[in-house]
T-cell receptor, first 115, second 109 residues
Framework: DTGVSQDPRHKITKRGQNVTFRCDPISEHNRLYWYRQTLGQGPEFLTY????????KSRLLSDRFSAERPKGSFSTLEIQRTEQGDSAMYLC?????????????FGPGTRLTVL | QKEVEQDPGPLSVPEGAIVSLNCTYS??????FMWYRQYSRKGPELLMYTYSSGNKEDGRFTAQVDKSSKYISLFIRDSQPSDSATYLCAIYGNNRLAFGKGNQVVVIP
């Protein structure tokens, strides 16, 4: 079963360091999404791609965050100059398009801890 | 006002009981209503979704949407210890999902 995969699963870093996460969506899914989830909260939307185009970014995505999906397949999310408030689970999801575009399948997440 | 409100209180039930979960939402334009299940330290897993108003049943799970009152519900019949997880309601609109805070459900054997 080739579901959504994310790497790494856990990342511990010191404040001020840069980190990069990778997401591999389900094969042939056109849309890829990034969400952030903090303890006791539901996931919050960060950004999404339609193929390689980044079509929307949430106001939660400060200028320290950048996401790419260079060839419309895998995606990376980079956080520069990490802050303790960035500690969260970063979730990636993908969905087929156009039919079933609302069915988002999530990966296992990358848990980030900023010390 | 948040797009989706879900009272995040934990819920403990004995095995075999019916679990009832609900959410309210604010944007009447949304048409797709989802329920996700999330085990500890895992990603959310899509349980089922409903389009517009009505009921949808899948085994022991029933999802209901009442668009007139902007109310969505999930019922789990004959609950099992393996159903112990956090259940998140979500609505799809504007190219993204908006989630509630989730309910942690514990089914006691």
């Amino acid at each position: 079963d080739t579901g959504v995969s994310q790497d790494p699963r856990h990342k511990i870093t010191k404040r001020g360091q840069n980190v990069t996460f990778r997401c591999d969506p389900i094969s042939e899914h056109n849309r890829l999404y990034w969400y952030r989830q903090t303890l006791g909260q539901g996931p919050e939307f960060l950004t999404y791609f339609q193929n390689e185009a980044q079509l929307e970014k949430s106001r939660l995505l400060s200028d320290r965050f950048s996401a790419e999906r260079p060839k419309g397949s895998f995606s990376t999310l980079e956080i520069q100059r990490t802050e303790q408030g960035d500690s969260a689970m970063y979730l990636c999801a993908s969905s087929p398009g156009p039919v079933g575009i609302y069915e988002q399948f999530f990966g296992p997440g990358t848990r980030l801890t900023v010390l | 006002q948040k797009e989706v409100e879900q009272d995040p209180g934990p819920l403990s039930v004995p095995e075999g009981a019916i679990v009832s979960l609900n959410c309210t939402y604010s944007n009447s334009a949304f048409q797709y209503f989802m329920w996700y299940r999330q085990y500890s330290r895992k990603g959310p897993e899509l349980l089922m979704y409903t389009y517009s108003s009505g009921n949808k049943e899948d085994g022991r799970f029933t999802a209901q949407v009442d668009k007139s009152s902007k109310y969505i519900s999930l019922f789990i019949r004959d609950s099992q210890p393996s159903d112990s997880a956090t259940y998140l309601c979500a609505i799809y609109g504007n190219n993204r999902l908006a989630f509630g805070k989730g309910n942690q459900v514990v089914v006691i054997p």
